[in-house]
């Protein structure tokens, strides 16, 4: 299966709806891109939703981070959500749930975004 992202906006939310599988090759560099594309744009507040994602291989966890450290740079942040399965199992082995917090659904990611870190709006 190959990989596509859907990209929907929600207020100054942007969610990323990633389906297939982020593994080795040029193709999932696809979701390094958008993300770079976001930030250069100014939309900082990004979920990525990867319910639709059923493999993750190295590679793509570095993509995740890269995305991650691109979003925080920008100044804003980037959120997971929708993580089962295969790919819960393999984002939990690299203790990637210490990074961060795993949303059931994209919506309760987009919802974290209006309270700061430090739980006041």
Known sequence: MSLT???QSVDDVVVLKISGRIILGRECRQVEWK???LAREQKTKIVLDLSGCDHVDSSGVGIIMMCYGK???SGGDLRLAGVTGNVER??????LER??????TA???AEGFSVSRFGLE
Not at 90 to 95: G, R, Y
Not at 99 to 104: A, H
């Open 5 to 7: 992202i859907e990209e």
């Open 35 to 37: 993300v770079e594309d």
């Open 71 to 73: 979003a925080r740079k």
């Open 90 to 95: 393999i984002l939990k082995a690299v203790n």
């Open 99 to 104: 990074i961060f917090q795993f949303y059931p």
């Open 107 to 109: 919506a309760a990611a």
